[in-house]
């Protein structure tokens, strides 16, 4: 059985070679590319509202949302800086949220596919303190037409931690997958997975929610992609199972 | 049906058939920014949330944003001080994003129909023996922070007048008229009700 020093190495061990591996790519990566605006994309914010219709004992609201992030660059290498995130999984529940405070992400394409890892900086989980979460994604597109996104954030690992109770690796994971068809369109269907492995306020939770709906692109227009926004309905198995309502919401801007 | 809701209602009709009767124009602008602060009378509460807090004091409202053709995109936060039964004076905040579409979108004047998500609290100290690190001051109360999570989905309409130029950087008035459907989670129960509230103030953009 692993003590918890051997988790701790473990821990510092693998943090130390994602962050290698990111400082590697980061250097070997030849300049961007050559694009018109440099790629850029502003987003204002990004929110998105999981609403169980019916009240329970619980407010019955996931809220996810996310401040202002930049991301720019294209060819070889894209870079993504955001300021803030909220995740509260039981939004009612004032110690069970999840903040992330700076966050980057690089992402190099593969062909078909691109490949993105990153760190977020700063992370308070319930009332613990953690330095440096990893986060890693792969996005492929088989055709024009359809494109398929999963994301893997691993909250229980941390370079540092002011936490009194070390977690494993494979715990306070989520997963994130989605698939949309077709993918450049303004108006696209899209089916979304997550799956959540969470010990927040001493509260296990496992669950996992399958999302259908459509991506909206409401004001968009060339040159400016503005007002992207999901709406559909989910539902949760797990702990606290629902039926759920979805709107998500990103007011942003791409390009100068 | 209650006053609030019919003025609501009243104001999306009027502007969903003047939309219709006003076709698209040439000039019209592609779009604006806004920033915008409101103030306005207090907001009436009503259902089972009218037992816990009762408005007190007028409502405020700000909005970071802009619209993209006849579509509008919103920050909105709106806030309102509250009574609460055990007698004290929080505040009510509530913030999220809102879209809406204006069937009127003249460079002069818009009105429109909008809906929002919002999430935020009732929040406010109360007098308390909170843990501390210190070794004697378990037993001394101390003003702790006290919030009630909830959300609101929010339903409404707004007026806007230009007071500027048709391109280019001018002020706005503006007024809005909201209903959100809202929902907190006090301590010992999910609490529902609706608060609806009138604002009207100024605000700053660029049309383009």
């Given at each position: ?23 590697a ?11 018109p ?26 809220l996810?949302?996310?401040g ?15 300021t ?16 992330r ?7 190099v ?17 319930g009332?613990v ?29 941390y ?29 696209r ?5 997550r ?44 702990d606290d199972p ?15 | 049906?209650?006053?609030g ?12 058939v ?10 019209e ?18 259902g ?140 010992d129960?999910?609490?529902t ?5 009138l ?10």
């Amino acid at each position: 059985m692993a003590t918890r020093s051997d988790l701790r190495r473990a821990r510092r061990a693998s943090l130390v070679a994602l962050i290698a591996a990111l400082i590697a790519a980061l250097v070997a990566a030849r300049p961007a590319a050559a694009c018109p605006d440099g790629g850029l994309e502003l987003a204002i914010m990004t929110s998105r509202f999981t609403v169980a219709p019916v009240a329970g004992d619980r407010l019955g609201l996931d809220l996810w949302s996310r401040g202002i992030s930049a991301a720019w660059g294209c060819g070889e290498l894209r870079h993504q800086l955001v300021t803030i995130e909220l995740e509260a999984p039981d939004a009612g529940d004032d110690a069970g949220q999840i903040l992330r405070v700076g966050g980057y992400r690089a992402e190099v394409p593969l062909g078909a596919a691109a490949l993105a890892f990153g760190l977020h900086l700063v992370v308070r989980w319930g009332d613990v303190t953690r330095f440096a979460t990893p986060t890693i994604a792969v996005r492929v597109a088989p055709t024009p037409a359809v494109r398929l996104r999963a994301e893997l954030t691993a909250g229980g690992a941390y370079l540092l931690a002011y936490d009194p109770a070390p977690r494993r690796l494979t715990e306070d994971l989520a997963l994130d997958a989605s698939a949309a068809w077709p993918a450049a369109a303004a108006t696209r269907g899209e089916v979304r997975l997550r799956a959540r492995r969470y010990t927040l306020a001493a509260t296990a939770r496992r669950d996992l929610t399958v999302t259908a709906g459509l991506g909206l692109a409401l004001g968009a227009r060339a040159g400016v992609r503005a007002l992207p926004g999901f709406l559909g309905v989910a539902a949760r198995v797990g702990d606290d199972p629902a039926l759920l309502l979805v709107a998500e919401f990103a007011y942003g801007v791409a390009g100068p | 049906m209650r006053r609030g809701s019919l003025l609501v209602v009243v104001a999306a009709v009027m502007g969903i058939v003047g939309g219709a009767a006003a076709p698209a124009r040439a000039d019209e602008p592609r779009g604006g920014s806004i920033v915008a602060i409101g103030s306005g009378p207090a907001p009436r509460i009503t259902g089972a949330l009218a037992a816990r807090v009762g408005a007190s004091g007028g409502g405020c409202r700000l909005r970071i944003g802009g619209w993209f053709g006849r579509v509008t995109a919103e920050l909105v936060l709106s806030c309102a001080g509250v009574d609460t039964d055990d007698g004290h004076h929080d505040s009510l905040v509530l913030t999220g994003p809102s879209v809406g579409w204006l069937p009127i979108a003249n460079p002069w004047f818009q009105l429109g129909v909008r809906g929002g998500l919002l999430a935020g609290t009732i929040s406010g100290t109360r007098t308390a023996v909170a843990p501390c690190a210190g070794k004697d001051c378990a037993a001394t109360p101390r003003d702790v922070d006290v919030d009630v999570h909830g959300f609101a989905l929010a339903l409404g309409a707004t007026a806007q007048l230009a007071l500027g130029a048709r391109r280019g950087g001018r002020f706005t008035l503006w007024a809005d008229l909201d209903a959100q459907l809202a929902r907190f989670q006090f301590a010992d129960a999910v609490v529902t009700g609706r608060i609806t509230q009138l604002t009207i103030g100024i605000g700053y953009g660029h049309a383009f």
